[in-house]
T-cell receptor, first 114, second 108 residues
Framework: GAVVSQHPSRVICKSGTSVKIECRSL??????MFWYRQFPKQSLMLMAT?????????EQGVEKDKFLINHASLTLSTLTVTSAHPEDSSFYIC??????????FGPGTRLLVL | QKEVEQDPGPLSVPEGAIVSLNCTYS??????FMWYRQYSRKGPELLMY????GNKEDGRFTAQVDKSSKYISLFIRDSQPSDSATYLC????????FGRGTSLIVHP
């Protein structure tokens, strides 16, 4: 199946710093990438949808100036959490798709903000 | 009402049992459905996807869609302890929508 990687797998940072998470589709070109956040024992919450070369579409309640998404190529999207605070600590997961249907997920990035 | 509803469980079964996992959805426009398996602290892994009503089988897994009642199911035959995970149903459009997941525990 299609492989999606994420880096880093976990990161600990101080409050006020920015953190960048990379999502790569390794063996296919992803026309669309999605970014999710998942709190313990909760479902995936879609944060934003990004298409290569265009601005990301953010879901209601997600601050686009805080969660910067760049989708510079068909195989790479990045999520930058700016001025992170402890409440931003969560499990961030990306997925990639080349069509309207199936999404392939990365392994996730666990962010802990102290 | 959430667009995709799923009982969070946990559902605990003995090894070898047949497991039935279910979701209901509210939007009749949903056409595609997927089942993902998520182990603790990992990203979801695609198990199966279906488009039409009826059954789709893949090894020990069978996905069933009943569009008339807006009900989707995943059956696992001969369940194994390694099947212990959270199972998420999902539909990709118009925007990706996931159920909250059902936690399955298969005990030896």
């Amino acid at each position: 199946g299609a492989v999606v990687s994420q880096h880093p797998s976990r990161v600990i940072c101080k409050s006020g710093t920015s953190v960048k998470i990379e999502c790569r589709s390794l063996d296919f070109q992803a026309t669309t990438m999605f970014w999710y956040r998942q709190f313990p024992k909760q479902s995936l919450m879609l944060m934003a949808t990004s298409n290569e070369g265009s601005k990301a579409t953010y879901e209601q309640g997600v601050e686009k100036d805080k969660f910067l998404i760049n989708h510079a190529s068909l195989t790479l999207s990045t999520l930058t959490v700016t001025s992170a605070h402890p409440e931003d600590s969560s499990f961030y997961i990306c997925s990639a798709s080349w069509g309207q249907e199936t999404q392939y997920f990365g392994p996730g990035t666990r962010l802990l903000v102290l | 009402q959430k667009e995709v509803e799923q009982d969070p469980g946990p559902l605990s079964v003995p090894e070898g049992a047949i497991v039935s996992l279910n979701c209901t959805y509210s939007n009749s426009a949903f056409q595609y459905f997927m089942w993902y398996r998520q182990y603790s602290r990992k990203g979801p892994e695609l198990l199966m996807y279906t488009y039409s009503s009826g059954n789709k089988e893949d090894g020990r897994f069978t996905a069933q869609v009943d569009k008339s009642s807006k009900y989707i199911s995943l059956f696992i035959r001969d369940s194994q302890p390694s099947d212990s995970a959270t199972y998420l149903c999902a539909t990709p459009s118009p925007i990706p929508t996931f159920g909250r997941g059902t936690s399955l525990i298969v005990h030896p």
